[in-house]
């Protein structure tokens, strides 16, 4: 297939990874700014790395292109990859549609915004698929889906399946999809344990790596209460703990983002980040998701993919 | 050291293998319930065998007691491991409190309850600590501790770590300390999820486990969104994603434990377990832990022990 990327960022580069050295596809990627073409191609090289240590390794080219026209020409599929602003998006929207197929996929990778919000504008929206991942693509298998179209919700699925993902199909759209919601909730009660100084930055970044994040990624969450209920399973759980879990809800924090607050967390994020740079977090989280990825083709996790 | 066991379940049960296989420490151990006696010592050689394949043997011995008193002789450490009923727990430390010595240190793996509510009838609250781990807490290495007396404290971090696991010591009490408060701030948002009908059960501990929890369990949330932020790091983040993430916040859903609603989520649950019982599940599940706890010795976390 003939693949576009629109937005060379880090989503973008690792899209292109995934799409050309998993799936084989011929890549045409393309961004306003010439600086984030020029630090594109390394990225994508090391994003190829990575995955030719995950066994998958390919020929296929991916070329940056200067005028995005040239970038969509002949495209069977087009994942745009842009800042989250309406606007924006829906300008390249209009762009891309001006130049492809009627039967070309449009997919985003909006972490937040809908599909009736961003699909809205689309000429021919039938085929406008929102399909996020989450950074590193090429890395963390999820994808989250959701096309009101069939047809066009069926062809994400086998494409995404094809490289390897865990495509997940949403029932009805939500602003910011299902793991964003969550990641939300999560850290809603996180910023509430910093501002009422019950804990800090890193020691909840070490409870959530070292206890019930590590369960998660093998159990998700609904199954960590299956087995907690014991012989009863859930039902026993709901029954019994349920109740007190509508309690605990009831003591949930609904901090806000204070300039006082953000100096704390932000404090302590440097505190626990030390003299680490980005490009480093980023070596040191890529080895480790590879090496659980491998991992799991020997040893699945509960759900599988 | 003597450690004593009360309560043999799950918990206990794991407690008791870290205590002496990784320990060395001499284990006596006593639930109220014969039955639950009775399968103590399969269950924690079941855990003796898998700290075994992770390197940690030892020959020292776990004694289950009939009479709680023969258990409490000469302890230098208690760890109960009862239900989560504040009346049953308060009776146990009044009987544990009249046979052991001034300065044996009393913890509870309480999952909710804070230091306030459970000490308050002790005589020697000072040797009373929070120390709480998630199941099964001889592989799952987080330890949530909680004491105002600094002397307890720093002897609970000691003995903690030296037991190979990460101690985390809270600054202000909280009911469900911190990592069950995240848990229960995530699940109530995938409550929601379910009770709208935006994703299923099955769904959402797919997202999570190929997802944000995945990448939780290597670097954490505040870690995550540092990296998240670019080159600006979190200071940018908070900046420029810090307002949609409060506006997020604000559609977050509130749900009821209703019955329809608890009928969704076990009909979920029963269609991603399948025909595996909780046993199959479990040991798919320590399988998973051990194999990550394995690596994370090769490769460490963003946020070391």
Known sequence: ??????????????????FAGVGGHRVRAWDPSPDVRGAFTDKVTRAREQLSE???????????CERIEEALWGADWVQENAPEKLELKTQIYQHVESAVTHDCIIASSTSSFTWSQLGAGLKHGERFVIAHAFNPPHLVPVVELFCPNRGALDRAVKFFTELGRVPVCMKKEAAGHIGNRLAAAL?????????????????IDKVL????????????????????????????????????????????GNPQLTAEVCEKIAAGVHNEVGDRD????????????????????????????
Chains 1, 2 share one sequence.
């Open 54 to 64: 995950l066994g998958h390794s390919t020929d296929a080219e991916v070329i940056v």
């Open 209 to 252: 790596i070292h206890g019930p994040a590590l369960r998660w990624s093998v159990m998700g969450a609904h199954l960590g209460y299956h087995i907690g209920g014991g012989e009863g399973g859930i039902d026993h759980y709901l029954r019994h703990t349920g109740p007190s879990q509508e309690r605990r809800w009831a003591t949930l």
């Open 1 to 18: 297939m003939n693949v576009t990327i629109v937005g060379c960022g880090s989503v973008g580069a690792g899209w292109a990874a995934l």
């Open 278 to 305: 980005i490009a480093e977090l980023e070596r040191q989280r890529d080895r480790q998701l590879m090496e659980i990825v491998m991992l799991r083709d020997v040893y699945p996790t509960l759900v599988r993919k």
């Open 187 to 203: 850290w809603r009660e996180a910023v509430h344990l910093v501002a009422e100084g019950i804990a800090d930055v890193e020691d």
